[in-house]
Structures are given as C-alpha cells and as structure tokens.
C-alpha cells in the first residue's frame, strides 16, 4: 500500500522560506512521478510543482515560478518542495501527490495535506 506522509508546514511571515517533506511509502520515487498541489480556502486545488518519474525534469506553475523548488531524496525515499519567499497568497493546505506515470488531475495517490500559513 503506497503512503504519502507530508510534513514542515506550519505559520511563517511573508519573505520567509519553509520545506515541506513527503514521505513515502509502499513505493520509491526514483521511479515514480511527484508533485505538490496547493489548495486556498474557496479556491480550487492548484498543481504548483512536478518533478518527472524518470529524468527529474521540473515544473512549475507560474504563481511559484522562481520561488519554489521540488526535489527528490532517492535515499530517504522523499520528495521536498523549498518555498523561499514566501507572500500570504501562498496560504493553503498543500498535498503531495504521486503517479505511476505522470501527475496531471488526478494522481494515483494523495497525502493528506499540511498546512501553511503566511503572515503579512
């Protein structure tokens, strides 16, 4: 059984950085797709970052773009979003997500999301 533990949210003023961690389980990330989504209070779940199943190609969505940054521990079987900068709109409940082949809407497995919250 696959398992997405996310941790490292938390409150934090604007300018700051924080890290989130997604551990998992059940699978290795060497060889699977992964990726954060966002998700704001009355907003729809936002897909921010990915990083590709084979040749750690990145994305990010532009609201991020140059802030954040996901990478993958092949060792400690986690990936990590860096989020330097950070402004209040980046408030919301983050997910780790994972595919077997490729994250678009709907991956195949889900965390169960962590809380960040910017201060102004």
């Known amino acids: 059984q696959v398992q997405l533990v996310e941790s490292g949210g938390g409150l934090v003023q604007a300018g700051n950085s924080l890290r989130l961690s997604c551990a998992v389980s059940?699978?290795?990330?060497?060889?699977?797709?992964m990726g954060w989504f966002r998700q704001a209070p009355g907003k729809e779940r936002e897909l921010i970052a990915t990083?590709?199943?084979?040749?750690?190609?990145?994305r990010y969505a532009d609201s991020v773009k140059g802030r954040f940054t996901i990478s993958r521990d092949n060792a400690k079987n986690t990936v990590y979003l860096q989020m330097n900068s950070l402004k209040p709109e980046d408030t919301a409940v983050y997910y780790c997500?994972?595919?077997?082949?490729?994250?678009?809407?709907?991956?195949?497995?889900w965390g169960q999301g962590t809380q960040v919250t910017v201060s102004s």
């Open positions: 990083i590709s199943r084979s040749s750690d190609s990145t």
């Open positions: 059940g699978r290795t990330v060497s060889g699977t797709a």
């Open positions: 997500a994972a595919d077997r082949v490729v994250i678009a809407t709907t991956p195949d497995y």
